[in-house]
């Protein structure tokens, strides 16, 4: 035993350092020669710089020469600017806060939803409100229930709601919609009526006025009254819920809207700084304000780009903080991160999963504080328990099983991270700069300026989309044509109208007239005690007045919000599903499709790659692809090209044949088949297309064409 350890350790001695000094060291040029040579003939300039969305050109390599200026020196994980996080020690001591959402229609039914998530891994009770309940709304003024989320509308749904959930140990995230302040007052009311303390509850009851009025074009109530209501929660959460926030900005109406992400941040930005203004004039302290705010953003399909995203945010809010007068803690800005809805699609959903886990994976590396996952289903019905395990166990796996949780700031250092991240920030403060030159946030949405610029973007998407430089798997490329869509799921709304009526009925039916009477007088003349206007609401609740008989006292005399340009939500694949759809629905009605013969001429090997191409681009619109094995003579094509019946016939082959197989078989189609459309596989040479279009061809499809206009006009031609 010793005779072996003494050998190994001579050896050990033997051994000389290791040297890489025998090998040429590489320079950018003699990389760039290499990679021309790999091109053959390619343009270099074309080929390996990318453009994006927010108008910054993705270098094919990064290198210390070309960009270690863009690496800051000194700077460390929870100091500074907070560039590299919030937390010196990441997430090694404290994980990110799992926060998957529930949607149940019934507070019920939420509740147990939302008890077995933090029993499976969540570690926050996210509780989504439909769109009647944000809008202080319910059944009783005719609002539908469920659409988005939990109807809630009397004390005991707060109470059914909340019934033991561990306020202590899990924190709470609900989007509330203009405002927060009758939800918080009847969740005042609930937790006192249950026995637990208020001193506990943490997490989100946020308000996002302005988000809600560039999402809907308008408000319920006025703006001024949105930010005295924000006011109230702001200082009653100091004083009796210290650990709770109560302001929301939330990037997503402009994410949803196709934004890009310097938009989505600069306008959410500016969407903070309106809050902290409106709030300072309501003599808030820049302490508090902090300490009240968080942002939630959507994490999108460009990987590094949504990690460079979240360091740019940290550094300007650092800088906006800094010139309100807040302290270095009160700098570090807290993120709540969820996975785009932008980019799910409808059909081939499960690759929603692979587009969920890259997203929560930037998110991680991005260092948010807390992230929300949803599910693969998300854009076609309400998750359920199997849709909402595996988008929890995503986080699960990426916290136990990749070890996410270290090390602190993995791209930290990165040449390409930190440069992209430096020119984002640029892109978003010169952004943001000029809203401020409009007069901010609320000016610049009334002049419809955010509006147009999330316009433009999502114009640009949806082209990118059409020509297939963007590839949406399963939809705009690789359709599944034996696909089966997912079971939509729909609930019954007469139903579930039936039972809220009959609840709140029921509910309001107990009130004292005498107490009511009381508390909407009080709520009428209101309060300009700070943060009192909660324990109004709060015993306004206690008498069984509902979310929307309160709201209507509140805005006795209120004058409603300015109409805008509303930013509507979009998916970027839904032309393509909408031009699929038509198609199968028009099978169902009518049993016919749009046919597509290929006129595949000569041997397989000569048009495989064109007739492949040919049919992946037909069936993205759900068409039928008539395919053979070819033809020897245009003769022979053309007879089978008729026999078929087809509408369209692709002519298939290569570059070579053409001038020789096209105009005879395309004149030929034409004269036999006058109402077909005749299509040639390949992008024909200028000087041969008018030859070709003289001989009968309609139109070309190569990797350059408008496959949705295409698709779109074929659809028209039909009758679809």
Same mark, same amino acid.
């Given at each position: 035993?010793?005779?072996?350890?003494?050998?190994?350790?001579?050896?050990?001695?033997?051994?000389?350092?290791?040297?890489?000094?025998?090998?040429?060291?590489?320079?950018?040029?003699?990389?760039?020669?290499?990679?021309?040579?790999?091109?053959?003939?390619?343009?270099?300039?074309?080929?390996?710089?990318?453009?994006?969305?927010?108008?910054?050109?993705?270098?094919?390599?990064?290198?210390?020469?070309?960009?270690?200026?863009?690496?800051?020196?000194?700077?460390?994980?929870?100091?500074?600017?907070?560039?590299?996080?919030?937390?010196?020690?990441?997430?090694?001591?404290?994980?990110?806060?799992?926060?998957?959402?529930?949607?149940?229609?019934?507070?019920?039914?939420?509740?147990?939803?939302?008890?077995?998530?933090?029993?499976?891994?969540?570690?926050?009770?996210?509780?989504?409100?439909?769109?009647?309940?944000?809008?202080?709304?319910?059944?009783?003024?005719?609002?539908?229930?469920?659409?988005?989320?939990?109807?809630?509308?009397?004390?005991?749904?707060?109470?059914?709601?909340?019934?033991?959930?561990?306020?202590?140990?899990?924190?709470?995230?609900?989007?509330?919609?203009?405002?927060?302040?009758?939800?918080?007052?009847?969740?005042?009311?609930?937790?006192?009526?249950?026995?637990?303390?208020?001193?506990?509850?943490?997490?989100?009851?946020?308000?996002?006025?302005?988000?809600?009025?560039?999402?809907?074009?308008?408000?319920?109530?006025?703006?001024?009254?949105?930010?005295?209501?924000?006011?109230?929660?702001?200082?009653?959460?100091?004083?009796?819920?210290?650990?709770?926030?109560?302001?929301?900005?939330?990037?997503?109406?402009?994410?949803?809207?196709?934004?890009?992400?310097?938009?989505?941040?600069?306008?959410?930005?500016?969407?903070?700084?309106?809050?902290?203004?409106?709030?300072?004039?309501?003599?808030?302290?820049?302490?508090?304000?902090?300490?009240?705010?968080?942002?939630?953003?959507?994490?999108?399909?460009?990987?590094?780009?949504?990690?460079?995203?979240?360091?740019?945010?940290?550094?300007?809010?650092?800088?906006?903080?800094?010139?309100?007068?807040?302290?270095?803690?009160?700098?570090?800005?807290?993120?709540?991160?969820?996975?785009?809805?932008?980019?799910?699609?409808?059909?081939?959903?499960?690759?929603?999963?692979?587009?969920?886990?890259?997203?929560?994976?930037?998110?991680?590396?991005?260092?948010?504080?807390?992230?929300?996952?949803?599910?693969?289903?998300?854009?076609?019905?309400?998750?359920?328990?199997?849709?909402?395990?595996?988008?929890?166990?995503?986080?699960?796996?990426?916290?136990?099983?990749?070890?996410?949780?270290?090390?602190?700031?993995?791209?930290?250092?990165?040449?390409?991270?930190?440069?992209?991240?430096?020119?984002?920030?640029?892109?978003?403060?010169?952004?943001?700069?000029?809203?401020?030159?409009?007069?901010?946030?609320?000016?610049?949405?009334?002049?419809?300026?955010?509006?147009?610029?999330?316009?433009?973007?999502?114009?640009?998407?949806?082209?990118?989309?059409?020509?297939?430089?963007?590839?949406?798997?399963?939809?705009?490329?690789?359709?599944?044509?034996?696909?089966?869509?997912?079971?939509?799921?729909?609930?019954?709304?007469?139903?579930?109208?039936?039972?809220?009526?009959?609840?709140?009925?029921?509910?309001?039916?107990?009130?004292?007239?005498?107490?009511?009477? #009381? !508390?909407?007088?009080?709520?009428?003349?209101? +309060? *300009?005690?700070?943060? /009192?206007?909660?324990?109004?609401? %709060?015993? &306004?609740?206690?008498?069984?007045?509902?979310?929307?008989?309160?709201?209507?006292?509140?805005?006795?005399?209120?004058?409603?919000?300015?109409?805008?340009?509303?930013?509507?939500?979009?998916?970027?694949?839904?032309?393509?599903?909408?031009?699929?759809?038509?198609?199968?629905?028009?099978?169902?009605?009518?049993?016919?499709?749009?046919?597509?013969?290929?006129?595949?001429?000569?041997?397989?090997?000569?048009?495989?790659?064109?007739?492949?191409?040919?049919?992946?681009?037909?069936?993205?619109?759900?068409? #039928? !692809?008539?395919?053979?094995?070819?033809?020897? +003579? *245009?003769?022979?094509? /053309?007879?089978?090209?008729?026999? %078929?019946? &087809?509408?369209?016939?692709?002519?298939?082959?290569?570059?070579?044949?053409?001038?020789?197989?096209?105009?005879?078989?395309?004149?030929?189609?034409?004269?036999?088949?006058?109402?077909?459309?005749?299509?040639?596989?390949?992008?024909?040479?200028?000087?041969?297309?008018?030859?070709?279009?003289?001989?009968?061809?309609?139109?070309?499809?190569?990797?350059?064409?408008?496959?949705?206009?295409?698709?779109?006009?074929?659809?028209?031609?039909?009758?679809?």
């Amino acid at each position: 035993m010793s005779d072996v350890m003494n050998s190994n350790a001579s050896e050990t001695q033997m051994l000389e350092p290791v040297s890489f000094d025998e090998f040429e060291k590489p320079t950018y040029e003699k990389w760039q020669e290499e990679v021309v040579k790999a091109l053959k003939g390619g343009d270099f300039n074309k080929k390996m710089f990318t453009k994006t969305y927010e108008g910054i050109t993705l270098q094919p390599i990064y290198t210390p020469k070309q960009h270690q200026e863009a690496i800051p020196k000194g700077v460390y994980p929870g100091a500074g600017e907070f560039m590299r996080g919030t937390k010196a020690s990441g997430y090694i001591q404290e994980s990110w806060g799992v926060s998957q959402y529930v949607e149940e229609s019934l507070p019920k039914d939420a509740n147990h939803a939302s008890l077995y998530e933090i029993v499976k891994g969540s570690s926050i009770h996210n509780i989504r409100l439909d769109e009647a309940t944000r809008h202080d709304q319910d059944v009783q003024v005719g609002a539908a229930v469920g659409v988005g989320g939990t109807s809630l509308s009397t004390l005991q749904d707060c109470s059914e709601l909340v019934e033991r959930f561990n306020i202590k140990e899990n924190p709470v995230y609900i989007e509330t919609g203009a405002s927060s302040a009758i939800l918080l007052g009847m969740l005042n009311a609930t937790l006192s009526e249950q026995k637990k303390q208020v001193k506990y509850l943490k997490g989100l009851v946020g308000a996002d006025p302005i988000g809600v009025w560039a999402k809907d074009g308008a408000l319920h109530i006025a703006l001024d009254t949105a930010f005295d209501e924000m006011a109230h929660t702001v200082l009653w959460a100091k004083d009796n819920a210290p650990h709770l926030r109560t302001v929301l900005v939330c990037g997503d109406v402009y994410a949803n809207g196709g934004a890009n992400d310097v938009q989505e941040v600069a306008y959410s930005l500016a969407t903070a700084v309106c809050y902290i203004r409106q709030l300072a004039q309501r003599h808030v302290d820049i302490h508090t304000i902090a300490q009240s705010m968080m942002f939630t953003f959507s994490l999108g399909a460009n990987f590094f780009m949504e990690i460079a995203k979240l360091r740019a945010l940290r550094i300007i809010w650092a800088r906006i903080m800094d010139a309100f007068g807040a302290g270095e803690s009160d700098r570090a800005v807290h993120v709540h991160g969820r996975t785009s809805a932008f980019t799910k699609t409808v059909y081939d959903p499960y690759v929603n999963l692979l587009r969920n886990t890259t997203q929560a994976f930037s998110g991680v590396v991005g260092g948010v504080d807390s992230l929300e996952v949803s599910p693969f289903d998300q854009p076609i019905r309400k998750s359920d328990d199997f849709s909402r395990r595996i988008a929890r166990n995503i986080q699960v796996m990426l916290q136990t099983e990749f070890e996410l949780r270290q090390p602190v700031d993995p791209v930290g250092g990165s040449w390409y991270v930190e440069t992209l991240a430096a020119e984002l920030a640029d892109k978003i403060w010169a952004e943001f700069q000029l809203i401020e030159s409009k007069g901010g946030i609320i000016a610049a949405l009334k002049e419809g300026y955010p509006q147009h610029q999330v316009k433009e973007v999502l114009a640009e998407r949806f082209k990118n989309l059409a020509y297939r430089k963007d590839v949406a798997v399963g939809n705009n490329m690789y359709a599944n044509m034996t696909e089966e869509l997912l079971d939509v799921k729909a609930e019954n709304q007469d139903t579930l109208r039936q039972k809220r009526a009959e609840h709140i009925e029921s509910f309001v039916s107990r009130a004292d007239a005498k107490e009511i009477a #009381e !508390v909407q007088a009080a709520l009428e003349t209101g +309060t *300009t005690e700070p943060g /009192a206007l909660i324990g109004i609401i %709060s015993k &306004a609740a206690e008498a069984r007045l509902t979310m929307r008989q309160i709201r209507k006292a509140l805005d006795a005399g209120d004058i409603p919000s300015e109409m805008i340009e509303a930013i509507s939500a979009h998916r970027w694949t839904e032309q393509f599903e909408a031009l699929r759809m038509r198609t199968e629905e028009y099978k169902t009605r009518t049993k016919d499709n749009v046919k597509v013969f290929l006129a595949n001429m000569g041997p397989i090997p000569q048009h495989k790659p064109r007739a492949d191409f040919s049919t992946g681009f037909f069936e993205v619109g759900a068409f #039928e !692809v008539l395919k053979n094995d070819g033809f020897e +003579t *245009t003769a022979d094509a /053309a007879q089978a090209a008729r026999d %078929s019946g &087809a509408d369209v016939v692709v002519i298939c082959s290569t570059d070579a044949t053409y001038p020789e197989l096209v105009p005879p078989l395309a004149k030929e189609i034409k004269e036999t088949m006058p109402h077909a459309t005749v299509i040639l596989a390949g992008a024909p040479p200028k000087d041969l297309e008018p030859t070709y279009r003289e001989a009968g061809v309609d139109d070309f499809i190569s990797v350059r064409a408008n496959c949705y206009a295409i698709l779109n006009a074929l659809q028209d031609k039909k009758g679809m």
